[in-house]
């Protein structure tokens, strides 16, 4: 539909929705309202079942900061109530002073600062992250992207320092980098200081490691290796030149020997041999 087209009537559009969306929606509203709605899940607090939130308003005690990325996964509760979820690209957050360039963002966070029940704020990055692959690769100047890049175009120059852009090393020193940043750039607000300071609330860094797969010819079996989730822990006393923190281990899931890609449904399919 351009628009100097007149626009579509409702039963033209919830047809043309059917018809671009399939069932997805509908099936997951469906199923969302039954759980929470009608019979409630099983393991909800009486307080997050819709309801409830309904006629008391929300309570939520956490506020996830994550990317943007089709591929990521949240391992915060979900259930209705419990969590402010803010994705931007690649996880990032500016600093306050730089608010008017992200005013989405830096609301969305003070709508959730705005509720005494909040008690953590976890920004979760994660690997392979397309916004960080742009970062390296470059992207025209004329992008909105590339103003958002800007503001840490530094965290690129310190990653690169004495490392390739497409090599490891420097992908990880950047997520390094990045993390630490948005930290810094979230600890920042005065509220969020305040509120550190005397203990009431927390922020936390994690990084989602997405594994890896590998087909190993000789027993023609497949390995996922190892998806984990880290936590990240800042250096306050890194001198000039070295990593600002570092990802230790915090939860790893063992190697599966017994997953194909072929399994996946949406994984191309090997052509039938002539």
């Known amino acids: 539909m351009t628009i100097n087209q007149a626009p579509l009537g409702a039963d033209e559009t919830r047809a043309r929705a059917k018809d671009v969306l399939g069932d997805v929606f509908i099936n997951r509203f469906y199923a969302v309202v039954d759980e929470h709605y009608v019979h409630r899940h099983p393991h909800a607090d009486t307080h997050n079942c819709l309801p409830s939130l309904v006629a008391h308003g929300q309570q939520p005690e956490y506020c ?109 020193r950047l997520a390094i980098y990045l993390m630490n940043d948005t930290i810094k750039n979230i600890a920042a607000h005065p509220v969020i200081k305040e509120r550190i300071k005397a203990g009431t609330l927390d922020l936390f860094g994690m990084m989602l490691n997405m594994g890896e797969h590998e087909h190993r010819p000789d027993s023609g079996s497949s390995v996922f290796r190892k998806p984990s989730l880290e936590l990240f822990l800042t250096n306050p006393k890194a001198k000039q030149g070295e990593l600002p923190g570092a990802f230790v281990p915090y939860a790893a899931m063992p190697e599966r020997t017994d997953l194909h890609l072929e399994h996946c449904p949406h994984f191309p399919k090997a052509p039938s041999p002539a």
């Not at 089709?70 to 259930?79: A, E, G, I, V, Y």
């Not at 530094?154 to 320092?161: P, T, V």
């Open 64 to 172: 996830l900061i994550g990317c943007s990325d089709s591929r990521t996964l949240s391992f915060m509760p979900d259930q209705p109530g419990q969590v402010f979820c803010i994705r931007t690209a690649g996880g990032l957050v500016v600093n306050p002073q730089n608010a008017h360039q992200d005013l989405s963002v830096w609301s969305s966070i003070e709508v959730a600062l705005s509720f005494p029940s909040l008690k953590s704020i976890v920004v979760q990055h994660h690997g392979l992250c397309g916004f960080q692959r742009l970062m390296m690769q470059g992207v025209p100047r004329d992008t909105i992207m590339h103003s958002m890049m800007e503001l840490f175009a530094e965290n690129k120059a310190q990653a690169c320092k004495n490392h390739e852009p497409s090599s490891r090393d420097a992908k990880e």
